[in-house]
């Protein structure tokens, strides 16, 4: 209710939200969520988890358009405070709000495929010039990936990652990117979409939480606590973590990941992986 009603208030002195977002549904469906929220001790989060660290969680959520109940965002229990923890499905939709019409579609380089992109000595953005594959390279180790981004003027920017940028993207997972061993090229494609999604949000003015609304005196500070502009890395090291939240690819899993078959294992550690 107090979310609600500080949401109401800013309302009136202009803050806007999406027009796809139905706050007040969010939030309550939100609610519902949060009863179901555990910390590593089996204890619920509404326990102890602080009343203004939840006010902030739930804050976030709205200032961000998103929904937890649709798997948007996750709420995670560190220590006895509740952040918002923003999945691929939500950092897909933020962009797809800036860009209606853009349609994430990764693509993964294997070895001996034949890739080449340059840059564009006006804009200094990249551009692809090939990438030929053949069937049998999809079994050979990734060597990469690139994904196109949007970009304000109606253009579009080549993003690419190496497999030593990937693996280190998978390495900030507490289980070390186990499940990224598992399923290497759909992790990875998740990679490049949530890792160039975050490009576009902190690079949007109008997806700032501090550009929309430094100007409401009676917003809350969530930056005193965490950090929303950036993306929380630092965060899977804690050892009261009881969940593992992987941030580049936008998932949180609570089993454990088996491991990998000992000549998959191979093959990833021969390609950086």
């Given amino acids: 209710?107090?979310?609600?009603?500080?949401?109401?208030?800013?309302?009136?002195?202009?803050?806007?939200?999406?027009?796809?977002?139905?706050?007040?549904?969010?939030?309550?469906?939100?609610?519902?969520?949060?009863?179901?929220?555990?910390?590593?001790?089996?204890?619920?989060?509404?326990?102890?988890?602080?009343p203004s660290s939840?006010?902030?969680?739930?804050?976030?959520?709205?200032?961000?358009?998103l929904d937890v109940s649709k798997n948007q965002a996750y709420?995670?229990?560190?220590?006895?405070?509740?952040?918002?923890?923003?999945?691929?499905?939500?950092?897909?939709?933020?962009?797809?709000?800036i860009f209606p019409d853009w349609e994430p579609r990764p693509n993964i380089v294997h070895a001996d495929d034949t890739f080449k992109y340059a840059v564009n000595p006006e804009t200094g953005r990249r551009e692809l010039v090939e990438h030929t594959q053949s069937l049998e390279n999809?079994?050979?180790?990734?060597?990469?990936?690139?994904?196109?981004?949007?970009?304000?003027?109606?253009?579009?920017?080549?993003?690419v990652m190496t497999s030593k940028q990937i693996a280190a993207a998978w390495a900030k997972s507490r289980t070390g990117g186990g499940t990224a061993k598992q399923f290497p090229e759909k992790m990875a494609m998740k990679t490049l979409v949530n890792s160039g999604c975050t490009m576009v949000i902190n690079s949007t003015p109008s997806q700032s939480i501090v550009a929309d609304n430094s100007d409401d005196p009676n917003a809350p500070e969530p930056a005193q606590e965490f950090d929303y502009a950036e993306e929380v890395?630092?965060?899977?090291?804690?050892?009261?973590?009881?969940?593992?939240?992987?941030?580049?690819?936008?998932?949180?899993?609570?089993?454990?990941?088996?491991?990998?078959?000992?000549?998959?294992?191979?093959?990833?550690?021969?390609?950086?992986?």
Avoid: W
């Avoid at 949401?7 to 179901?36: H, I, R, S, W």
């Avoid at 994904?147 to 920017?157: F, R, S, T, V």
């Fill in 138 to 159: 999809l079994d050979k180790p990734i060597v990469g990936g690139y994904i196109y981004l949007p970009c304000a003027d109606g253009g579009k920017d080549l993003y």
């Fill in 75 to 97: 709420l995670v229990v560190y220590n006895d405070k509740l952040q918002l923890q923003e999945s691929y499905f939500g950092k897909v939709l933020q962009v797809k709000r």
């Fill in 233 to 273: 890395v630092e965060v899977h090291e804690l050892p009261d973590a009881p969940q593992d939240v992987d941030t580049e690819i936008g998932e949180i899993k609570n089993e454990p990941v088996p491991e990998a078959p000992a000549q998959a294992q191979t093959q990833n550690d021969d390609s950086d992986f």
């Fill in 54 to 65: 939840i006010q902030s969680a739930l804050f976030s959520m709205v200032v961000k358009g």
């Fill in 1 to 50: 209710t107090l979310v609600l009603n500080r949401v109401d208030e800013m309302c009136k002195v202009g803050f806007t939200m999406p027009k796809d977002y139905n706050y007040v549904n969010a939030v309550k469906a939100t609610m519902l969520k949060l009863q179901e929220v555990k910390d590593k001790n089996g204890r619920s989060a509404l326990e102890v988890c602080t």
